[in-house]
């Protein structure tokens, strides 16, 4: 075990974080979830009850100063990231936010300038980064084993309707793009190894909740291209193909890859149907759970975290021109 832990302290009682990540941090050596805070004083104390964590704050900005706890996980709804991860950093804390870190780039921007300023590691919570199958994925491809990558191809649809659902509404941040179109950006940027030069998108908005339901967006790379859809009213379903100039490589379950069951990548030469590919399988792992623990240990070793604030400006800024492709029916570069 460490001889440091981090005392973490949870921003909301939201789903993501009281089902999926606070479970997943609870299974780390070198960090503790020392505090929960929700608007609602009863709603934090029922949830530290329910997880066994020991404090519980009726307000938020009461846990920020809480001098015990030295990093914050926020799970907030998108509009409130940029406000409460700046008050979080003005408070000294390490910040894990859940993406998208913010909803307009020079916000991101801001916050990397506060950061330097209170020396604090502050990060963008895509717990696909460190997960296993997309560190070996990534490393194959920078190897070489697929020869040049010229193109990218992903997909990332669920189908939820429901207009009180903070996802299908407008001024939270909702849509397609900022909640799921941001895993194709990510990991994308994350394969080439650089930043897209320019997009052109297509998008549907529903014409009830305004959001966008379907995104369809064509990014150039400088050596190479990604093609992708995103939608929140499809069948559910996700895929990301990496495409070589001598093999492709497949993620199985790229986005929501399942904590209690092994996943897969698959590499093969092409041709219909694909002669003997090669099946690469990851043990089952928690990516929550790394993603707390290596953001946990950047803190006591005082080296990078894993998805950096300039990594998050990048992502904001290729969504941003996105939109304004759709708006403007043309290429924006970036």
């Not at 926020?74 to 700046?86: D, I």
């Not at 194959?140 to 509404?169: C, M, W």
């Not at 339901?213 to 790379?221: E, G, H, K, N, P």
């Not at 089952?284 to 707390?292: E, K, N, S």
Request: glycine fraction near 6%; include cysteine; proline fraction near 5%.
């Amino acid at each position: 075990m460490n001889s440091k832990i981090i005392k973490w302290g949870v921003l909301s009682t939201a789903k993501i974080g009281i089902e999926k990540v606070i479970p997943a941090m609870q299974k780390c050596d070198n960090l503790e979830i020392h505090a929960i805070s929700s608007r609602n004083e009863q709603n934090a104390r029922l949830a530290s009850e329910k997880l066994g964590i020991q404090k519980s704050y009726g307000d938020y900005e009461s846990m920020l100063k809480d001098p015990e706890i030295d990093a914050i996980y926020s799970p907030l709804p998108n509009h409130l990231h940029y406000a409460w991860t700046k008050m979080a950093i003005e408070h000294g804390k390490h910040v894990l936010c859940e993406k998208p870190m913010t909803l307009d780039k020079d916000q991101v921007a801001e916050l990397i300038a506060l950061r330097d300023q209170m020396g604090v590691k502050a990060g963008e919570a895509f717990m696909v980064h460190t997960h296993p199958q997309w560190l070996d994925a990534v490393q194959r491809i920078k190897n070489g084993e697929l020869g040049q990558l010229n193109s990218v191809q992903g997909f990332f649809s669920y189908h939820k309707t429901d207009p009180a659902n903070i996802r299908n509404i407008l001024e939270y941040g909702g849509g397609a793009m900022w909640d799921i179109g941001c895993y194709p950006v990510h990991t994308s940027r994350y394969a080439f190894g650089q930043e897209p030069t320019r997009v052109v998108s297509l998008i549907d908005r529903d014409p009830d909740l305004k959001i966008d339901r379907q995104a369809s967006v064509l990014m150039d790379f400088p050596s190479g291209q990604c093609i992708f859809t995103v939608s929140t009213q499809l069948v559910p379903y996700q895929k990301m193909i990496f495409f070589g100039e001598k093999k492709k490589l497949e993620i199985e379950i790229p986005f929501n890859a399942p904590h209690d069951r092994s996943t897969n990548i698959f590499i093969d030469e092409g041709g219909l149907p694909p002669g003997n590919p090669q099946q690469i399988t990851f043990e089952a792992c928690d990516q929550y759970a790394i993603q707390a623990e290596r953001f946990s240990q950047a803190i006591i070793d005082d080296t990078d975290v894993p998805v950096s604030l300039e990594n998050a400006y990048g992502n904001t800024a290729v969504i941003e021109a996105i939109f304004q492709s759709a708006e403007k029916g043309r290429w924006i570069n970036i």
